[in-house]
């Protein structure tokens, strides 16, 4: 079978809308077809997909059940997520608890999750203990990486080191699980297990910082939503740690003002540039999209899957949107 | 070995204690071990034990994990509920989202959900796959009690089988899936494994019915807690549905009124007696009792384990606190 990535959104779509709900209070499960059907790159469940079907060599459709534990998973975090941040819009709607309100997206969100964990069980088979085990990490990792994120907020000594381990948390053990996946499925050795699952978390550090550089460096016309929230909400990205170690005369003062936000983007753009920041952190991106090319090495599979991959990291870190 | 009903809760305090937390964000957790340190009935997981042992006649210990997978799931819906509830004080002290706030609160929950997860899989074994089923078609159903429950605050035609079926699913369905998952490592047939899962449900019953009895009716001295909180909330039990099908004419026009608590209190209950419900209501309690005694009659069991199972029916619908 010829190694296709153009069928992964399809058979994703399918089995989301092939999801039978518990009947007894259809209204519980409203907010989860609803943020499902919000869409998404769906990047966590093609990759387990793309993983199974690499390494298996058998039809990515065997594993479409542990690609849909991810994304279920993904997107309750997102649910709760949003409750936490009090962020009003995503991917362009309204969040599900101000569609709703908080209640429903707690009560909902919780069952998404254990949604997620139903289908990971799903013709699991053998692997079912590695399965679970790889699961209930990877997401109590994420929990932990949300709540340096929060702690963070309140924190102005965060280093870059502490940045670079929140975000690994927050968002790239998720797509190293998600390669892992694929990978128990697909019965592949510990070793090239743990390869794929590097492959995704260097994947994910590459993504991140790519998306902290559009968000203050993006062309909004391209990246699909305004430019600077980051700045404004004085968040602790790479760039504003970074800026303020190596600007510590500017940059505090900046945004200790009491500034309009097009002002004081402007000018916390302009200290960013002076110290090339824009420059330096699509370096590290592109250092991380490396690193995943270089896991690849260790993993046999054919041409077609290696460019895949190989595209998907080159993406992670050069991507307008 | 004797079955020996006292060393049940040690072993689960001992388990609580022994419980091995993440180390990233170590503040994440401090709310579930608050949760876990305030105590309760631990019914759930002395369930799992005792049907563990009773039908295997093995130490109860090697059920532990299992037992404290269920005890974490009970605490992370009461944590999530008393978000939901805006409730401001659990078992004597305030609850976590007063404590610390509600964000702390959801996302300590969820790490709770997943240590859930994680301990119900832990030497597992063969048995993996059925835990994992009943743990979460379980966990679903109480999702559905409580979005039933909240959907109940705001509909005035609620009816006595719709709040059966709700407590059944918020309640009842947890004890039956403490003592299934205690069934099904013992490696007990489909018949057993029903059975005593029949009997959880049924205590459950007995056990609510007997909570919305003791709000109204209890000894406040004896019970702990407040009396006829429940009326001033106007919350739908069985007493306020009942009374409000057999009193027409008076019950809705007095929770109508803007009367001070205790004033409120005593004329409802003045209705209610005059309606017999306090004793209907324990009746229906007693019914439930005895009908988890009788689904004890199909189970096999030593007459130690067998008076323990029929001791715990019998309290549920007389206890007094």
């Not at 949604?115 to 069980?121: E, P, V």
Request: hydrophobic share 40%; aromatic share 8%; with cysteine.
């Amino acid at each position: 079978m010829a190694f296709n990535p153009e069928q992964f959104t399809n058979i994703i779509d399918e089995a989301i809308n092939s999801i039978v709900y518990p009947s007894t209070a259809p209204s519980l499960f409203e907010p989860v077809k609803y943020t499902l059907a919000s869409g998404g790159k769906r990047l966590r469940p093609t990759l387990t997909l793309a993983v199974y079907e690499a390494l298996s060599r058998r039809s990515p459709e065997e594993a479409v059940n542990q690609a849909l534990a991810i994304e279920l998973y993904h997107n309750f975090t997102l649910l709760h997520d949003d409750v936490m941040d009090r962020a009003e819009l995503r991917r362009g709607r309204p969040t599900v608890h101000c569609k709703w309100n908080d209640n429903v997206a707690i009560l909902s969100g919780d069952a998404m999750l254990t949604l997620a964990s139903q289908y990971l069980c799903r013709n699991a088979g053998e692997h079912l203990a590695a399965l679970s085990e790889c699961f209930n990490r990877t997401a109590m990792e994420v929990y932990e990486g949300q709540q340096l994120d929060m702690e963070f907020e309140r924190r102005d000594d965060v280093t870059v080191a502490e940045y670079m381990e929140m975000i690994r948390l927050k968002t790239s053990v998720l797509l190293a699980g998600a390669c892992r996946l694929g990978a128990i499925l697909a019965g592949a050795s510990e070793e090239v297990c743990n390869a794929i699952a590097d492959y995704g978390e260097a994947l994910g550090l590459a993504f991140q910082l790519r998306d902290d550089w559009l968000d203050t460096f993006g062309d909004p016309a391209v990246f699909g939503k305004e430019i600077g929230g980051d700045i404004v909400n004085r968040k602790k990205t790479w760039l504003l740690i970074t800026g303020l170690n190596e600007a510590p005369d500017q940059l505090p003062s900046i945004i200790a003002e009491d500034l309009e936000d097009d002002e004081l983007i402007s000018q916390v753009r302009h200290v960013y540039l002076l110290l090339h920041l824009d420059r330096r952190c699509n370096e590290i991106a592109e250092k991380y999209s490396a690193k995943a090319i270089e896991c690849l090495s260790k993993i046999d599979m054919d041409v077609d899957a290696r460019n895949f991959f190989q595209n998907l990291a080159r993406q992670a870190s050069s991507r307008t949107h």
